[in-house]
């Protein structure tokens, strides 16, 4: 099926420094989101993006993160500083979009805040 | 708000035993409704969808039919093996002038052989 990459795979920083994660999504594809999944337990919604715009966030996407996909480029979520509780997998995803469409994952980037 | 709930959080299994996962969904519209399946270190893989009241969605021997007077779309099997060992999400789509998505908790599936 469609393939979206998610580059890096791993990441480790320490605490208070910045880190982006990137993401290819499905090239026709106009709808984006990004969620966590801390080890063990449920993917949780951060973020959905399209038309350039943050459509909807969850409590969980706080004023340190944002998103953003200049020109058509990856799609990424930036986390500026970061925290300890940030450690976990980030899973983007995206879809065509009309009329609840299906959602493509990556296999996410496991990020270690030190 | 719009939302879907997995009873199960875990189950076990023996290979060959007929499965079901049960997911019911609550929502304002009229969704379309999803399983994905997740292996470990990996991200959600697509199973199947449905999108209105009685179709069958269907891939590798799993299916689950859409029904909208119980608001249900549980995941059966019957006959499950080793490899079906997984997490299992149900999910929720609704277009809302912009999509929105929600997953249920999961189901750790173990297929013991």
């Known amino acids: 099926g469609p393939k979206v990459l998610q580059i890096p795979s791993h990441q480790i920083i320490d605490m208070g420094q910045m880190v982006t994660l990137n993401c290819d999504p499905v090239?026709?594809?106009?709808?984006f989101y990004w969620y966590k999944q801390i080890l063990g337990q449920q993917m949780e919604f951060l973020v959905n993006f399209y038309n350039g715009k943050v459509m909807e966030k969850s409590k969980l996407f706080k004023d340190q993160f944002s998103v953003e996909r200049p020109d058509g480029s990856y799609f990424t979520l930036k986390i500026q500083p970061t925290a300890l509780e940030d450690s976990a997998v980030y899973f983007c995803?995206?879809?065509w979009g009309v009329g609840a469409e299906t959602l493509y994952f990556g296999s996410g980037t496991r990020l270690t805040v030190l | 708000g719009d939302s879907v709930t997995q009873t199960e959080g875990q189950v076990a299994l023996s290979e060959e035993d007929f499965l079901t996962i049960h997911c019911n969904y609550s929502?304002?519209?009229?969704?379309?409704l999803f399983w994905y399946v997740q292996y470990p270190g990996e991200g959600p893989q697509f199973l199947f969808r449905?999108?209105?009241?009685?179709e069958k969605g269907s891939s590798r021997g799993f299916e689950a039919t859409y029904n909208k007077e119980t608001t249900s779309f549980h995941l059966q099997k019957a006959s499950v093996q080793e490899s079906d060992s997984a997490v299992y999400y149900c999910?929720?789509?609704?277009?809302?002038?912009?999509?929105?998505?929600?997953f249920g908790k999961g189901t750790s599936l173990t297929v013991i052989p």
């Open positions: 449905a999108s209105r009241d009685k």
């Open positions: 090239s026709n594809h106009l709808y």
């Open positions: 999910a929720l789509g609704e277009n809302t002038g912009y999509q929105n998505f929600y």
């Open positions: 995803a995206s879809s």
């Open positions: 929502a304002s519209g009229y969704p379309a």
